[in-house]
């Protein structure tokens, strides 16, 4: 059997918001799991960030999902959050981040994490764009469209939308089914 094309682990993070306006709506979930040199799936960690006030939009709060009295109960302080991220990080190494639709997701960790590209390295993964990138050169067909939704259907990953964690772990998933694709198109 042919190893798995990784040359370092993989941490892909999603985030759950309460809004789009990562200056306006807060940060309010991360999810990460490690994506190892083996394809194998590890180390789901689930964040709560607490936040002295919560300017949400209706819309995205029906989509996550999230009881915003019930979340600040249970969540930690933004510099808890920070730093475990960073000790998260930490016990794999500095090593790349993935998400899908990725930038979303960075323009809310930023500002939680202003230390990011030292606790990460530069550039990352993004689903979507390996996705369009595949579908383009003729190798994923075109029908699926590029929502995470979609190509978890499509690969045949079970998938329950709008849970950080969940998010998270379905992304290298896919990440994973869009790699073998990829290899067997050389």
């Given at each position: 059997m042919t190893p798995f094309p990784l040359r370092?682990?993989?941490?892909?993070?999603?985030?759950?918001?309460?809004?789009?306006d990562p200056k306006r709506h807060p940060l309010l979930t991360i999810g990460l799991v490690t994506l190892g040199l083996d394809g194998q799936i590890s180390r789901p960690l689930h964040l709560l960030v607490k936040h002295d006030h919560y300017e949400v939009e209706t819309g995205a709060m029906e989509v996550n999902g999230i009881d915003l009295e019930a979340h600040d109960a249970a969540a930690q302080p933004p510099e808890a959050v920070a730093a475990a991220l960073r000790e998260y990080a930490a016990e794999v190494g500095r090593v790349m981040l993935?998400?899908?639709?990725?930038?979303?997701?960075?323009?809310?960790?930023?500002?939680?994490?202003?230390?990011?590209?030292?606790?990460?390295?530069?550039?990352?993964?993004?689903?979507?764009?390996?996705?369009?990138?595949?579908?383009?050169a003729g190798?994923?067909?075109?029908?699926?469209?590029?929502?995470?939704?979609?190509?978890?259907?499509?690969?045949?990953?079970?998938?329950?939308?709008?849970n950080a964690l969940e998010d998270a772990a379905a992304t290298a998933k896919v990440y994973v089914e869009l790699l073998k694709l990829a290899g067997s198109s050389s």
């Amino acid at each position: 059997m042919t190893p798995f094309p990784l040359r370092q682990p993989l941490i892909f993070l999603d985030t759950e918001t309460g809004g789009r306006d990562p200056k306006r709506h807060p940060l309010l979930t991360i999810g990460l799991v490690t994506l190892g040199l083996d394809g194998q799936i590890s180390r789901p960690l689930h964040l709560l960030v607490k936040h002295d006030h919560y300017e949400v939009e209706t819309g995205a709060m029906e989509v996550n999902g999230i009881d915003l009295e019930a979340h600040d109960a249970a969540a930690q302080p933004p510099e808890a959050v920070a730093a475990a991220l960073r000790e998260y990080a930490a016990e794999v190494g500095r090593v790349m981040l993935g998400g899908h639709n990725f930038n979303f997701d960075l323009g809310f960790l930023r500002p939680l994490l202003p230390d990011l590209r030292k606790v990460f390295r530069s550039g990352y993964v993004d689903t979507k764009l390996s996705a369009q990138f595949l579908i383009h050169a003729g190798v994923l067909p075109y029908q699926i469209g590029t929502p995470l939704s979609q190509l978890t259907e499509h690969f045949g990953i079970e998938y329950a939308a709008h849970n950080a964690l969940e998010d998270a772990a379905a992304t290298a998933k896919v990440y994973v089914e869009l790699l073998k694709l990829a290899g067997s198109s050389s």
